[in-house]
């Protein structure tokens, strides 16, 4: 079976920082993996996903992230925050089905 | 656009209750699934279904029955509410069974069982 991990609950950012949120899986198989992100008050919407190809996957709202295979990572990445990235974030593995971890609540500061 | 919809946002229900949430897709999704979300948890799988009258456990199904009659519409029921199971309940569709396409959510259901 698969499981992922996110290595930070909370991260605090201020504005116009960049930010890492880090995620590292494992898994037995070959996977898909993906991140999501959640507003308050709303459903998980798709950020971005790595099904296979260039390592360097580019998502939507300026997001991007990198699968490192040696390192069993998928890190989301963004080179400068908005006050409206305040969310909560999810990435998820897909080998026999999909798993999700805990969650990484970004907080963007003024 | 894929549209996932939920029958209600908030419900409050009393223990000993049978309560169903609804969720509806608009996109002939083949398969459906019904999570719960509590903090520090992240997403836990109740039950999913990838075809009309098919169904299958997730991790936690203990306490929960599904129901999958039509392609679009995926119930999920409470068969006697218990405090424990106040949680966010989210639908999520996914087009097929193969496990690259991503899922679609609906906005969430809070429960609160009192």
């Known amino acids: 079976a698969q499981s992922v991990t996110q290595l930070d609950s909370q991260v605090p950012v201020f504005e116009e920082a960049p930010v890492e949120l880090r995620c590292n899986y494992s898994?037995?198989?070959?996977?898909?993996l993906f991140w999501y992100v959640q507003y308050p008050n709303q459903g998980l919407q798709l950020l971005l996903k790595y099904l296979s190809g260039s390592t360097l996957v580019k998502g939507i709202n300026g997001f991007e992230a990198e699968f490192n295979k040696s390192q069993t990572s998928f890190h989301l990445r963004k080179p400068s925050v908005h006050i409206s990235d305040t969310a909560e974030y999810f990435c998820a593995v897909s080998a026999h089905d999909m798993r999700f971890g805990a969650g990484t609540r970004l907080t963007v500061k003024p | 656009d894929v549209k996932v919809t939920q029958s209600s946002r908030y419900l409050v229900k009393r223990t000993g209750e049978k309560v169903f949430l609804e969720c509806v897709q608009d996109m002939d999704h083949e398969n459906m699934f019904w999570y719960r979300q509590d903090p520090g948890l992240g997403l836990r799988l109740i039950y999913f279904?990838?075809?009309?009258?098919?169904?299958e456990k997730g991790d936690i199904p203990e306490g929960y029955s599904v129901s999958r009659e039509k392609k679009e519409r995926f119930s999920l029921i409470l068969e006697s509410a218990s405090t424990n199971q106040t949680s966010m309940y989210l639908c999520a569709s996914s087009l097929y069974r193969d496990r690259a396409y991503e899922q679609y959510f609906g906005p969430g259901t809070r429960l609160t069982v009192t």
């Open positions: 279904s990838y075809d009309v009258k098919m169904k």
């Open positions: 898994s037995s198989v070959s996977v898909y």
